[in-house]
C-alpha cells in the first residue's frame, strides 16, 4: 500500500512520519522546500485554550506528543510553556470566557478565569483597569515551528519515507468508480493508494484536482518582532488581548513577537504571489494597540524584524480531516492551528489509511459536508 502526501509542512510531515510507524509506503511530494508554506511563517502557539472541544482535544493529543519531543525525536523544539492569558475589556467577552473555562476544565484543560489583579501578577505591566477579566492556563506555551518540522522529517525519512523538493502535483488521478490511483506531477506520474492533502494554503487547488469543491482561503497574517521599552521576561504568557484583537508574546532577549488585525478587510490571497513584507504602518499600529493593553510599549520600543504568511482558513475555523473520497484524504483548513495540531492530525491519518477510519481523537465533525447543510462549528478564541 503506498500513499503519496502533497505538502511538505509539518501536517505533512507529521502524517509522513505516522504512517510509516504504521508500515505504510510514504512518498512526501512538496512543489518548493520543506516549511515553506505556512509552517516556517508561524508563530509557533500550542494551546489549549479553545470553545470547541474537539479543537481543545486535537490540542491535548498533540501537546503529548510536543512534552515528549525532544526525548522522542532527538531535537529540542524550545518549547516554553508560561501560558496563555485571554484578556476581556467588557462584560460580554468576559462571561463567554468564563463558559470556556467551563467546558475546557471538562476536557481536563487547567485553564481558570482570572480577575484583572490576578492577570497582572502574570502579565506585570498590564494596564489592569483597562480589563474587566481574562482566561489562563499555566499548560499552553510555544515552540519553534522549524525544529517541530525538522524533527519530523527526519525521522520519518528515517522510518523510510521519500521526500520529494521541487516536485509539483498537477493532477490526482481517479479510476472510473472514482478511486484514487495516483497522481500527476512535474517529475511524472506516481501510483498511489492514497493521497493526502496537506496542501494548507494550496488546500483547495489540491482538492479540485480530486474533483472536490473545498471552502479553504488564503488569508494573509503578519507578525512582527518588536524590541519594547521595557524588556518582557520569558515567564509572561502569550497575552491576548481579545476585544482589540492584539496578541505579543515574550522571544528573546527581552523582545516580544507581536500581531493583530485590525480591518474589517481580509481578502482571500494567492498563495503564490502574496506579498511577505509588512507595512511600517502596521507595525507601528500594533505597538499602538499593545500599549494600551500593557506598560512594556512605551516610545522607546523599536521594530526588530516583520513577515507575513498565510492562515488557511475555513469558515468556521475548524480543519477538514476525513477521507472525502475512496483514498483521497484531507487534513486541510486549520486555521492557524496546523503547528499545533499537527501531532493528533498525522496520527489521525495514519489510522485512517492503516485502520479504515480515525480513532484516536473524535474527528467526525471536521467532516467538509458540515459546509453543505450540514453543522458548522463555533470557535471562539481565534488569534489573528
Not at 463567554?96 to 473555562?101: L, S, T
Not at 507581536?258 to 482571500?268: K, L, Q, T, V
Request: glycine share 10%; aromatic share 8%; charged share 25%.
Amino acid at each position: 500500500m503506498h500513499t503519496v502526501i502533497v505538502g511538505g509542512g509539518v501536517i505533512g510531515l507529521s502524517s509522513a512520519y505516522y504512517l510509516r510507524k504504521r508500515g505504510i509506503e510514504v512518498t512526501v511530494l512538496e512543489k518548493s522546500t520543506l516549511g515553506s508554506g505556512s509552517t516556517d511563517r508561524a508563530n509557533g502557539g500550542i494551546r489549549a485554550q479553545f470553545s470547541s472541544p474537539v479543537s481543545a482535544n486535537l490540542s491535548l493529543a498533540s501537546i503529548d506528543v510536543w512534552e515528549r519531543f525532544e526525548a522522542d525525536f532527538g531535537i529540542d523544539l524550545e518549547y516554553r510553556r508560561p501560558g496563555y492569558l485571554f484578556l476581556a475589556r467588557t462584560e460580554t467577552t468576559a462571561e463567554r470566557f468564563r463558559e470556556n473555562v467551563r467546558k475546557q476544565n471538562e476536557l481536563g484543560v487547567p485553564s481558570e478565569f482570572v480577575s484583572p489583579e490576578r492577570a497582572a501578577s502574570l502579565c506585570p505591566e498590564l494596564h489592569t483597569d483597562e480589563f474587566v477579566g481574562g482566561a489562563y492556563s499555566p499548560t499552553d506555551g510555544f515552540a519553534d515551528p522549524h525544529l517541530g518540522l525538522q524533527g519530523f522529517s527526519i525521522a520519518a525519512t528515517e522510518a523510510g519515507a521519500e521526500i520529494r523538493t521541487k516536485v509539483e502535483v498537477t493532477d490526482v488521478e481517479l479510476d472510473g468508480t472514482g478511486q484514487v490511483r495516483g497522481v500527476t506531477t512535474t517529475d511524472g506520474a506516481i501510483d498511489a493508494d492514497y493521497v493526502v492533502n496537506a496542501g494548507g494554503p494550496w488546500a483547495a487547488e489540491i482538492g479540485a484536482m480530486a474533483g472536490l469543491s473545498l471552502p479553504i482561503s488564503p488569508r494573509r497574517r503578519k507578525l512582527v518582532i518588536v524590541d519594547p521599552a521595557i524588556p518582557v521576561s520569558d515567564d509572561v504568557p502569550f497575552t491576548i488581548d481579545a476585544d482589540a484583537s492584539v496578541h505579543f508574546r515574550p522571544e528573546r532577549n527581552g523582545n516580544v513577537v507581536a500581531g493583530g488585525h485590525f480591518s474589517e478587510s481580509d481578502p482571500e490571497m494567492d498563495p503564490d504571489r502574496f506579498s511577505e513584507r509588512v507595512s511600517l504602518e502596521w507595525s507601528a499600529q500594533v505597538i499602538e494597540e499593545a500599549a494600551e493593553c500593557a506598560g512594556y510599549f512605551g516610545l522607546d520600543s523599536e521594530i526588530r524584524q516583520s513577515w507575513a504568511g498565510l492562515y488557511a482558513v475555513t469558515p468556521d475555523h475548524h480543519p477538514i480531516i476525513e477521507e472525502s473520497i475512496p483514498g483521497f484524504i484531507n487534513a486541510v483548513g486549520f486555521s492557524g492551528h496546523g503547528f499545533m495540531q499537527a501531532p493528533a492530525t498525522g496520527k489521525l491519518v495514519a489510522e485512517i489509511v492503516a485502520d479504515g477510519e480515525p480513532h484516536s481523537v473524535d474527528v467526525s465533525m471536521l467532516s467538509k459536508d458540515r459546509f453543505d447543510g450540514g453543522s458548522p462549528l463555533e470557535e471562539g478564541t481565534v488569534i489573528d
